[in-house]
C-alpha cells in the first residue's frame, strides 16, 4: 500500500474538533475512498485493547436540544419534542443552507451528497428489488419523509427562507441522519425507550465491519470510539454498527455484506380475525407479528406456534391455551395442527420467494452489486426456511428414517406426500379407490365433472368433500369406525351444530341430495342423508381438513385428517 494521506478537508474537521476538545489518534488517517466515502486506515500499528481512536466534544454532538435551541431559540417553542428526529433534520437543512457561515461547516462540507440507498434509486434499479421487503418499505419510507418535511416546514419560524428547504434537501438530511447516527442513549447513556438518532461529528469517519471488537465511552464532555484489538498499520479502522442485517444495512446505509452474519428475512405478519382464545394466545393488543428467519435459525419456534394457532380449530386451541401454562412442554396440539400449520406456513414462505426474481446483470454498478448481495441472501435463507419447514413435516408424520440424511426438497416433499396417504384421504384418493367407484360415479355425472382437477376447478371441493364425509359417516367402512367415532364424540352434538349452522346446509342438502339419489339410490337414497348429517361433516371438513401442496405440481389440495 502506498503512503496515505489525508485531504485537506480531513485535516480541517480534525482540527475544528479538537479545537473544541475533540481526539483523533496521531496512528489515524482518514482519507476520501473512491466507493464508500471516507474510509481510516492505521498509520502505523494501534496498540489494544482500548487504544483511544477518535472523540467528538459534547458541544459539537448533533442533538435535539441544539437543533431546537438553534432553530426555535427557545426550545421549548419547538413543536418536535415528540420527534426529535425532525428537528434534527431541519436544523441539518440549514446548516447546508448556511454553508461556510455554518458552526459545523468543516463536517458539514464532508457529508456525502449523493447515496446508494433506495430511495436515491431510479425506477428501473428499484425494479430489481420487486417482491422484497425493500421494494415495499421505499415507497413507505418516502411517504412518511414528504409527510414530515410538509410538516416540518410548516412549522419552522418565520425568519427562515422556507422555499430553500427543498424535498431533495430534506431526503439528503434524512439519509444522513439514517447512514450515520449513533443513538442518543449510547451517547448520553441515558434511557433507551426516548433515544433517537444523534450525529458525532468525526466519530462517524469509520466504515462498518460486523463484530469488530469497540468501545463507545460516553462522558459529560465528549463521546469517544477506542479500538477492542490491536490494529496493524496499513489495515482498516473499522467501527461496528451493530447486529445489523443487509436489509437495515440497504435501507439505511446503502451497502450490503456478502457474508453478514446477522442477514434475516423479516416476515411481518398481520393478524387475522381470531376467537377471543386466539387472540390470547398471541398478544391480543397486537395487530401484527414480526418474525425472523436467519441461516442459523430457518423456522423460528414462534413462527411455527403463530401458524398453529392460526390454524387451530376449537378443540386444538384448548389444548394450546392448557399447554401455555405446562413450562417446557412442546406446544403442539396433535397431528392436524401441526400439518395445517407446517403446510400454510410454507405456502406463505414459498411465496414470497416466488415474489422475488433473482436476475443477473452483466457488469453491475455498486448498487446493483448490493441488490444482488441483499437477494441472494434472502433468497438462500428463505429456501432453506422451506427446507427446515418440509423437514418438520416430515417429521410430525413420522416417517421413517427418522433423521433423513438428505436435503434434496423432492425426495423429503415427496415421502411427506406419500405418507399423508396414510393418515388422511383427498379427492384424488377417493376418485382413484375402486371401493368408491359407486359414490364417485354419481357425483362425476350429477356435477359435470370427470376428475378432481375439474372439480378443484369448479371451486366445489369442500362441497364434495362434505358429501364425502357424509358418505363416510354413514356407512363407516372398518378402517374409518375408530374416526367416525372421534367425529361423533367432536362434532356430533348441539354445541357444535346450533340451528343456524345446520341451517345452511338445508340448501346444499335440497339441491344435491334428490338429483343424487335419482343417479344412485342405494348410497344417496339412505334415510340418513339429513340436514343434520351434512352439517355435522361440514364441520369435519372445517376442523379436521388441512391444505397441503401437491409434490408434483404444486397445486393445493384439501386433505381431511383421519388418523386419530
Ligand atoms: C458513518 S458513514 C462511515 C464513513 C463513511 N465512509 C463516510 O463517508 O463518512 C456510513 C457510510 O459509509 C459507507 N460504509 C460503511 N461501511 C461500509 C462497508 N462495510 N462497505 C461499504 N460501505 C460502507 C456507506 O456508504 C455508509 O452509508
Known amino acids: 500500500m502506498g503512503e496515505l494521506r489525508s485531504s485537506n478537508d480531513y485535516d480541517e474537521l480534525v482540527r475544528w474538533a479538537e479545537s473544541q476538545g475533540g481526539y483523533c489518534s496521531p496512528s489515524l488517517i482518514i482519507t476520501k475512498s473512491e466507493t464508500s466515502g471516507s474510509t481510516a486506515h492505521a498509520k502505523t ?5 482500548n487504544a483511544r481512536l477518535l472523540s467528538c466534544p459534547t458541544s459539537l454532538i448533533i442533538d435535539y436540544d441544539k437543533a431546537a435551541a438553534h432553530i426555535w431559540e427557545d426550545p421549548h417553542a419547538c413543536p418536535f419534542l415528540r420527534s426529535p428526529e425532525i428537528a434534527i433534520r431541519l436544523f441539518l437543512c440549514n446548516q447546508r443552507i448556511l454553508g461556510r457561515d455554518s458552526p459545523w461547516a ?3 462540507k464532508l457529508l456525502p451528497t449523493e447515496f446508494d440507498t433506495p430511495l436515491y434509486y431510479s425506477h428501473d434499479e428499484l425494479e430489481m ?3 422484497t421487503n425493500v421494494f415495499g418499505e421505499v415507497e413507505l419510507r418516502r411517504h412518511a419523509w414528504v409527510e414530515e418535511w410538509k410538516r416540518g416546514v410548516m412549522h419552522l419560524p418565520s425568519k427562515f427562507n422556507k422555499t430553500l428547504f427543498s424535498w431533495e434537501l430534506y431526503l439528503w438530511a434524512c439519509t444522513v441522519l439514517s447512514s450515520r447516527s449513533f443513538p442518543s442513549s449510547i451517547v448520553f447513556g441515558t434511557s433507551e425507550v426516548d433515544s433517537y438518532p444523534v450525529l458525532v461529528p468525526l466519530v462517524d469517519s469509520l466504515n462498518h465491519k460486523p463484530q469488530v471488537p469497540v468501545y463507545w465511552n460516553a462522558t459529560a464532555d465528549s463521546f469517544t470510539i477506542s479500538s477492542g484489538d490491536s490494529i496493524a498499520a496499513g489495515d482498516e479502522v473499522f467501527n461496528n454498527y451493530g447486529l445489523k442485517g443487509n436489509e437495515e444495512l440497504l435501507m439505511g446505509y446503502g451497502f450490503c455484506l456478502e457474508n453478514n452474519p446477522f442477514d434475516v428475512v423479516t416476515l411481518k405478519l398481520r393478524h387475522p380475525r381470531m376467537s377471543a382464545d386466539k387472540a390470547e394466545l398471541v398478544s391480543p393488543e397486537m395487530t401484527e407479528s414480526i418474525f425472523h428467519l436467519s441461516e442459523s435459525s430457518p423456522l423460528p419456534h414462534e413462527l411455527v406456534n403463530f401458524f398453529r394457532i392460526v390454524v387451530a380449530n376449537v378443540r386444538e386451541t384448548e389444548r394450546l391455551l392448557a399447554l401455555r401454562t405446562v413450562p417446557g412442554l412442546s406446544q403442539t396440539a396433535g397431528m392436524r395442527c401441526e400439518l395445517d400449520a ?3 406456513l410454507y405456502n406463505a414462505v414459498s411465496m414470497k420467494l416466488r415474489g422475488i426474481s433473482v436476475t443477473g446483470v452483466a457488469h453491475p454498478n455498486k448498487r446493483q452489486q448490493s441488490m444482488s448481495v441483499y437477494i441472494s441472501r434472502q433468497v438462500k435463507i428463505l429456501s432453506q426456511s422451506l427446507l427446515a ?5 416430515y417429521a410430525a408424520l413420522h416417517i421413517q428414517p427418522e433423521s433423513p440424511d438428505t436435503e434434496d426438497m423432492t425426495f423429503l416433499r415427496t415421502k411427506v406426500y406419500q405418507r399423508l396417504a396414510d393418515c388422511g384421504v383427498n379427492l384424488d384418493l377417493v376418485f382413484s379407490s375402486p371401493r368408491f367407484a359407486e359414490f364417485t360415479s354419481a357425483i362425476k355425472e350429477g356435477f359435470d365433472v370427470s376428475s378432481p382437477s375439474d372439480i378443484r376447478a369448479a371451486d ?3 362441497q364434495i368433500l362434505v358429501l ?14 375408530a374416526w367416525a367415532d372421534a367425529m361423533h364424540q367432536r362434532y356430533n352434538n348441539a354445541r357444535e351444530l346450533d340451528e343456524d349452522y345446520v341451517e345452511d346446509f338445508e340448501r346444499l342438502f335440497d339441491a344435491y341430495i334428490p338429483p343424487l339419489a335419482e343417479l344412485n339410490s342405494t348410497i344417496f337414497g339412505e334415510q340418513k342423508w339429513t340436514p343434520r348429517l351434512m352439517a355435522w361433516a361440514g364441520k369435519v371438513v372445517d376442523s379436521e381438513g388441512v391444505v397441503v401442496e401437491n409434490c408434483e405440481d404444486g397445486r393445493p389440495e384439501y386433505w381431511i385428517i383421519t388418523a386419530v
Open 460 to 462: 366445489i371441493e369442500d
Open 389 to 393: 419447514i418440509t423437514r418438520a413435516m
Open 468 to 481: 364425502f364425509v357424509s358418505h363416510l359417516l354413514i356407512s363407516t367402512p372398518a378402517e374409518y369406525s
Open 342 to 344: 407446517l403446510g400454510k
Open 129 to 131: 428489488l420487486r417482491g
Open 106 to 108: 468543516a463536517y458539514i
Open 45 to 49: 500499528a494501534i496498540e489494544g485493547p
